[in-house]
């Protein structure tokens, strides 16, 4: 890892101190459903450029493009047919060797056979993994911030019943319209991922804390306080 003072870091740095820009620092982040990783990734994109690789916005922007690839992933995904480990591999491998400053995982790897395939891959474009950080949330509180989520049809406001509930149940605030509740994000569906998750998961944490990769995160928190907790560790490897 390449250890540098960036101006625009430094600047939104709390200690004042010199940030690390993490050139070829290589990031897993892991974490349930509900779990704020898409957040954090997202931040820590912003703060320190690494390049944001999520497995779910590659597959759908390919299906959004309409192209033949789109069309095969919408397919197997309508279908409700486990997605090939080697083609979401092939999907991320542009993304990954483009990245000068380091990436950010999210989303991928999902289970043992996935590990294996990227680290093969990384193995052969000289890269590997630094740091595996895992945001520790308890189903309950996964349940509950995703299915709680309504959202309006009409301008795409979201709600959630208990942090931001609408003022009238089931109708948006701001355009009167109704609120709907994606399928995938009602309560048994949620339960059911959860659970795939654990099973798929589990090991795969295992495999990252034997080669001492692996950082657990509360993430009971706010956004910010996980924020902090995961700037924490990537500056303790300065
Ligand atoms: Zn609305």
């Known amino acids: 890892?390449?250890?540098?003072?960036?101006?625009?870091?430094?600047?939104?740095?709390?200690?004042?101190?010199?940030?690390?820009?993490?050139?070829?620092?290589?990031?897993?982040?892991?974490?349930?459903?509900?779990?704020?990783?898409?957040?954090l990734s997202r931040h820590l994109n912003s703060k320190y450029g690494f390049a944001l690789i999520s497995s779910g916005d590659i597959l759908r922007e390919e299906i959004k493009k309409g192209t033949k690839l789109g069309k095969q992933i919408a397919d197997i995904i309508n279908k409700g047919n486990l997605?090939?480990?080697?083609?979401?591999?092939?999907?991320?491998?542009?993304?990954?060797?483009?990245?000068?400053?380091g990436f950010i995982l999210d989303g991928y790897p999902r289970n043992l056979n996935q590990v294996k395939l990227l680290e093969e891959h990384l193995e052969s474009i000289g890269k590997d993994i630094d740091l595996v950080i895992y945001i520790d949330v308890p189903d309950s509180l996964c349940i509950e911030r995703i299915s709680g989520?309504?959202?309006?049809?009409?301008?795409?406001?979201?709600?959630?019943t208990k942090t931001i509930p609408p003022k009238m149940p089931g109708i948006c605030d701001k355009c009167g319209k109704a609120l709907y509740q994606r399928a995938d994000e009602k309560k048994e569906a949620v339960e059911q991922r959860l659970q795939i998750f654990h099973e798929k998961t589990q090991p795969l944490k295992n495999y990252y804390k034997e080669k001492g990769l692996l950082k657990v995160i509360d993430g009971t928190g706010s956004p910010k306080e996980v924020l902090q907790n995961a700037i924490s560790i990537i500056e303790s490897f300065k």
Not at 14 to 38: A, T, V, Y
Request: hydrophobic share 30%; proline share 4%.
């Open 1 to 39: 890892m390449h250890l540098t003072c960036n101006q625009e870091i430094e600047g939104s740095n709390p200690s004042g101190g010199c940030l690390i820009r993490g050139d070829d620092m290589n990031i897993i982040i892991m974490g349930p459903q509900g779990s704020g990783k898409g957040v």
């Open 83 to 101: 997605f090939p480990d080697e083609l979401t591999l092939e999907l991320l491998k542009k993304k990954i060797r483009s990245s000068r400053q």
């Open 149 to 160: 989520r309504w959202i309006c049809r009409n301008c795409g406001a979201i709600y959630n």
